[in-house]
């Protein structure tokens, strides 16, 4: 079973804050994924990597960035949080585009 | 037009009888399906991935395709209380790694 780990469950921040999301999967999966979701606005996708080093914007990039060294590992970076990025982070991987997305428990951010 | 739709319900159903859930979408490029379960405060799981036209049967729950009409539908037999909670139907557009979500669609077992 494809195990997505993301490092915390409830993070809470300051406005203006740098904040890391880390996220790790174990079954060596090219293709892994940053959404984000919010009530009446469903899921909305940041960014996606298809490999070690490479990266595609989704469809909120701004006030993002992202960093894959590691295959294993997916880290989202907040540069300087704001309010309205206080929602729920979701981490997904998948071997094959055209497979279903494997989510992990999802972080819940709040920035004050 | 958003690009996945579904009712945003609730949808109430007794114990013990059948759920269906129904998602609309327009990307006739769209070549796989999903439905996930997602409680509350929770992340989203998988249930069902249909990717032809007709029925796919898995326990309790059945999805169909219909790719010509661009729907697909998730039923729910035996309604149980645990399955409460919100379905998102998301579809992949074919060779890319776009995945829509629609909005979901809360369910709500009555015991």
């Known amino acids: 079973d494809v195990k997505v780990t993301q490092s915390s469950r409830y993070l809470v921040k300051r406005t203006g804050e740098k904040v890391f999301l880390e996220c790790v999967q174990d079954?060596?999966?090219?293709?892994m994924f940053w959404y984000r979701q919010d009530p009446g606005l469903g899921l909305r996708l940041i960014y996606f990597?298809?490999?070690?080093?490479?990266?595609e914007k989704g469809d909120i990039p701004e006030g993002y960035s992202v960093s894959r060294e590691k295959k294993e590992r997916f880290s989202l970076i907040l540069e300087s949080a704001s309010t309205n990025q206080t929602s729920m982070y979701l981490c997904?991987?998948?071997?094959?585009?055209?497979?279903?997305?494997?989510f992990g428990n999802g972080t819940r951010l709040t920035v004050t | 037009q958003k690009e996945v739709e579904q009712n945003s319900g609730p949808l109430s159903v007794p114990e013990g009888a059948i759920a269906s859930l129904n998602c609309t979408y327009s990307d006739r490029g769209s070549q796989s399906f999903f439905w996930y379960r997602q409680y509350s405060g929770k992340s989203p799981e998988l249930i069902m991935s249909i990717y032809s036209n007709g029925d796919k049967e898995d326990g309790r729950f059945t999805a169909q395709l219909n790719k010509a009409s661009q729907y697909v539908s998730l039923l729910i037999r035996d309604s149980q209380p645990s399955d409460s909670a919100t379905y998102l139907c998301a579809v992949n557009i074919v060779g890319t790694y776009k995945y829509i979500f629609g909005t979901g669609t809360r369910l709500k077992v009555l015991a």
């Open positions: 997904a991987s998948i071997g094959v585009l055209g497979s279903p997305l494997h």
């Open positions: 990597s298809y490999d070690v080093k490479m990266k």
């Open positions: 079954m060596d999966h090219e293709n």
